[in-house]
T-cell receptor, first 115, second 114 residues
Framework: AQSVTQPDIHITVSEGASLELRCNYSYGATPYLFWYVQSPGQGLQLLLKYFSGDTLVQGIKGFEAEFKRSQSSFNLRKPSVHWSDAAEYFCAVGAFSGGYNKLIFGAGTRLAVHP | NAGVTQTPKFRVLKTGQSMTLLCAQDMNHEYMYWYRQDPGMGLRLIHYSVGEGTTAKGEVPDGYNVSRLKKQNFLLGLESAAPSQTSVYFC?????????????FGAGSRLTVL
């Protein structure tokens, strides 16, 4: 069955430090992969997506993600975190499941940023 | 601003009461979705619609009904609320229904059932 695993529930980093959020997926076909961010009290905003081609994908707000088929991973990275990056981050895979196309979300990783 | 608007943003219900959440989008999207978000479980699809007048069940449809009488609106109803329906509900819409299509989300509606 298709699934998305985000191993880290909470991560705390210092402002200016680098960040990597992990995401592993299980999907038999070529996946469509997404990272969304949810700021407190807000809806989900798309950070970036991978469909095909270059495995390193650039997104908004200085984020990037790398698709590694051999590891079934799509980790999100940022070289220098800003206080405004504190939010919850969701990895998702687009899948055909149960007779329809849908997004399967991971449980999310909550990021805290220390000044 | 263009996008997806949900009303109300907050609601408290007693067990057994009914209510309707309204979702409106002004992007002329064909597809609309209702998700619920619970701690540690990500987002789970309740119902979705592939166009005006159509609805379909997602992965957790029990206890909910939906209607799409107008293309821009997607209503989520709870006929008899239960504490297990305490959650944050998100509406989303998309141009198409492919596995690679991007969803635009509303800001969410927090529902508490006592």
């Amino acid at each position: 069955a298709q699934s998305v695993t985000q191993p880290d529930i909470h991560i705390t980093v210092s402002e200016g430090a680098s960040l990597e959020l992990r995401c592993n997926y299980s999907y038999g076909a070529t996946p469509y992969l997404f990272w969304y961010v949810q700021s407190p009290g807000q809806g989900l905003q798309l950070l970036l997506k991978y469909f095909s081609g270059d495995t390193l994908v650039q997104g908004i707000k200085g984020f990037e993600a790398e698709f590694k088929r051999s590891q079934s991973s799509f980790n999100l990275r940022k070289p220098s975190v800003h206080w405004s990056d504190a939010a919850e981050y969701f990895c998702a895979v687009g899948a055909f499941s149960g007779g329809y196309n849908k997004l399967i979300f991971g449980a999310g990783t909550r990021l805290a940023v220390h000044p | 601003n263009a996008g997806v608007t949900q009303t109300p943003k907050f609601r408290v219900l007693k067990t057994g009461q009914s209510m309707t959440l309204l979702c409106a989008q002004d992007m002329n999207h064909e597809y609309m979705y209702w998700y619920r978000q619970d701690p540690g479980m990500g987002l789970r699809l309740i119902h979705y619609s592939v166009g005006e007048g159509t609805t379909a069940k997602g992965e957790v449809p029990d206890g909910y009904n939906v209607s799409r009488l107008k293309k821009q609106n997607f209503l989520l109803g709870l006929e008899s609320a239960a504490p297990s329906q305490t959650s944050v509900y998100f509406c989303a819409s998309s141009f198409a229904l492919g596995t690679g299509d991007v969803l635009t989300f509303g800001a969410g509606s927090r529902l508490t059932v006592l």
